[in-house]
């Protein structure tokens, strides 16, 4: 249920094979379902998403869909039937929910429905909205409304050769629109996907909380704010804090500036930060020549946590007052320019990550970022080196500031190994010649980067972190609750270990084949299966789980994670037990042959028959079913032939995969079968009428 972006075909084989079952099933449901756009639905979630979870369907991605998605990508052709999106959507729901593929840390099934219904009557005016169009879909319907056939290849060039002669007639309004939005970025597009995170664990709020109040950022914050209070405090006309009383405050506060000497509070830098992050964190504001607390901010101020929250979401809003120049004297650094960006991305790079992060690889790092964001080919070595380092002092000011708010914790010791050069010994020429610079250059691969200067920084790096102690940065608990909270705001997956404990067997063990490393996969399942108190029962659950799952490659996941997260060899003991059980031979006999715990000459000549239908049973679905089998069948050519008749005088359990397999054998090989014609049925809603193909 989630595919690499660069993994097209694996993710076309799963889609077919999903849309293919969605549509079966809706038709012994009678439900209503567009297989055209089902599969749009799916490519939409694999392709345009941060996460690419095609199970889990939130309120947003359900609006993104009907309002932008859809709308962007399929051309209904005037004269042509509407096809149902809304209530293509909902059954979609429905059977990810009944198949049991939903996404465990998604919504409820009822809240999903809720969603879709919410913009259902939306969808029509935003399909025939031009401005949401993309810009193949609206000179494709241009050519349309001019009578121009668009399946005619020679007369749709001949539209756009006149098009681009100036001699058609278009909605210039609208096509303006379309321009805009693709250059401000705000379209749907490939490529948006994010890197998955590891699951973190985190202890509960409440030690959070305490951790919280003794942050001596959080308690600058709240008494500035009960300093200022609702009658607020008089500030200059440039909106500083009065000299006198700012004195007053870094004594009562404790800010550390130094007051001899100072003419004015501009000249306390650490209480002018104070008072900026207080500004942009809502919790006082200048009215009127007066500084206030914000009534709306009391909840806030009254629980530690929420406070730290807010304080490190506004260090997003502080680049001029941290790092900004101080007088028309001074420039800013290149850090300036893409603050918001390095931030976001030092912070995501340091989530989740088992070792902390020396400062060198992080540093050289940003400098990526730099010398794709500025145009560096001007100025001598010196000066760039003057860049970078001003840059770097600038960075390290950020840091300070999260470590003093307890977002990050520093110490100096040896970098771990693994942030040393990357052993790609064994990778191709191919993979090395095709390798970037500046990825050579940051993974430090000896000889991959052709910039002699950059293998030159990734040497001078690598001495930088061997030659002795580094700083070394990791995310404290209170910085990975934040950055996971963005995260989640951007729709990025960040698994919690803990968060499926009251996951359903399924999507448990679904969610820990796909997301989780084998440590917190083996920490979640202990958890999952202590809070529901009796072993045996839970368990059974999750056996049944595997049972009753009817994608086979699926179940075959579930039941290696299963076995592979449980503690002392009872893993082992569990796959030899399901040996004996006539459901779940198949699905164990293979993790045991996997586990290399089973030989070949171990297995009776029956359970060979069963590893084998097994074997072939998940090929067919790897293949996605349908046109995809056969053509796999197909090449195999004899040695297919043979391993088919002997999978179909099995005892494999599962025999309606079997009669597919019989059917497709039977077009494929041309074996005895079914008589099937060669041409794929075209699939069928409920109301007998095909799902036809619309354009993208």
Not at 27 to 39: C, I, N, R, S
Not at 78 to 96: F, K, N, Q, S, V
Not at 204 to 227: F, I
Request: hydrophobic share 45%; charged share 30%; net charge negative.
């Amino acid at each position: 249920m989630r595919f690499e972006p660069e993994a097209e075909e694996e993710f076309e084989a799963a889609r077919g094979l999903l849309v293919d079952r969605l549509v079966r099933w809706a038709g012994e449901q009678g439900l209503p379902v567009d297989g055209f756009l089902a599969e749009t639905a799916l490519d939409y979630r694999h392709l345009a998403t941060a996460d690419g979870r095609l199970g889990l369907w939130e309120s947003r991605q359900v609006e993104e869909l009907l309002l932008s998605w859809l709308p962007q990508q399929v051309t209904e052709l005037p004269g042509e039937e509407r096809a149902d999106a809304p209530g293509t959507l909902r059954t979609l729901l429905r059977y990810l929910h009944a198949a049991q593929l939903a996404d465990p840390r998604g919504p409820s099934l009822q809240d999903s429905l809720a969603a879709v219904d919410r913009v259902a009557e939306q969808h029509l005016a935003a399909m025939t909205d031009r401005t949401r169009w993309g810009l193949a879909k609206f000179w494709a319907m241009t050519a349309a409304e001019q009578g121009v056939d668009v399946q005619d290849g020679a007369a749709f060039q001949r539209f756009a050769d006149q098009a681009r002669r100036g001699e058609v007639a278009y909605d210039q309004q609208a096509l303006a629109a379309i321009m805009e939005r693709r250059l401000t970025g705000r379209v749907l597009s490939d490529g948006d996907r994010a890197e998955p995170q590891l699951p973190v664990v985190l202890p509960p709020d409440d030690e959070l909380r305490r951790r919280a109040e003794a942050s001596t950022t959080v308690a600058q914050l709240r008494g500035l704010a009960e300093w200022a209070g609702q009658g607020g405090r008089p500030v200059t006309a440039t909106g500083r804090l009065r000299l006198a009383e700012a004195r007053e405050l870094v004594d009562a506060l404790g800010t550390g500036d130094k007051t001899e000497g100072v003419r004015s509070s501009a000249d306390l830098p650490r209480l002018g930060l104070l008072v900026e992050w207080a500004k942009k964190a809502r919790l006082v504001r200048v009215v009127k020549g007066r500084l206030y607390a914000v009534t709306k901010a009391r909840p806030v101020l009254a629980d530690p946590l929420q406070l730290w929250l807010r304080a490190f979401d506004a260090c997003f809003e502080l680049r001029q007052p941290l790092i900004g120049a101080r007088s028309g004297w001074h420039i800013e650094s290149m850090l300036f320019d893409v603050y918001e960006h390095v931030l976001d991305d030092v912070l995501n790079t340091l989530y989740s990550l088992p070792y902390p992060m020396p400062w060198p690889r992080l540093r050289d790092t940003v400098h990526l970022v730099y010398r794709s964001s500025f145009q560096l080919d001007a100025g001598s070595d010196l000066q760039h080196r003057m860049w970078f380092e001003h840059a770097d002092r600038d960075l390290h000011a950020v840091l300070d500031l999260l470590d003093d708010l307890g977002a990050i914790e520093r110490d100096r010791g040896m970098a771990d190994p693994v942030f040393l050069d990357i052993d790609l010994s064994d990778a191709g020429p191919e993979l090395l010649a095709d390798m970037p610079p500046e990825l050579a250059e940051l993974l430090g691969v000896a000889g991959a980067a052709t910039d002699p200067a950059a293998r030159e920084r990734a040497h001078a790096r690598r001495e930088e972190m061997t030659a002795g102690p580094v700083e070394l940065i990791r995310l404290t608990e209170l910085g990975t609750r934040a950055v996971r909270q963005r995260l989640l705001a951007a729709g990025r997956d960040a698994p919690l270990v803990g968060e499926l404990a009251h996951a359903s067997a399924a999507g448990l063990l679904g969610a820990l084949a796909e997301d989780y490393d084998p440590d917190a996969a083996r920490v979640e399942l202990t958890g999952w299966i202590t809070a529901r108190g009796e072993r045996e029962g839970a368990l059974r659950q999750l056996t049944d789980a595997v049972r009753t799952m009817t994608f086979r490659t699926r179940a075959q996941a579930m039941l290696d994670v299963l076995a592979a997260a449980l503690p002392d060899g009872e893993g082992e003991r569990l796959l030899r037990t399901l040996r004996r059980d006539t459901q779940l031979a198949p699905l164990a006999l293979n993790a045991l042959a996997h586990r290399e715990l089973l030989s070949p000459e171990d297995m009776t000549d029956a359970e060979s028959l069963l590893v084998l239908a097994e074997s072939l049973l998940q090929l067919v679905e790897l293949a996605g079913g349908g046109d995809g089998a056969e053509e796999m069948l197909r090449a195999q050519g004899s040695q297919a032939r043979d391993a088919v008749a002997a999978a179909l005088d099995s005892a494999h359990p599962d025999r309606a995969g079997l009669d597919e397999l019989r059917q497709l054998a039977a077009r494929a090989l041309g074996t005895r079968g079914a008589r099937v014609g060669r041409a794929r049925k075209a699939r069928r809603s409920p109301s007998g009428k095909s799902g036809r193909k619309r354009r993208r």
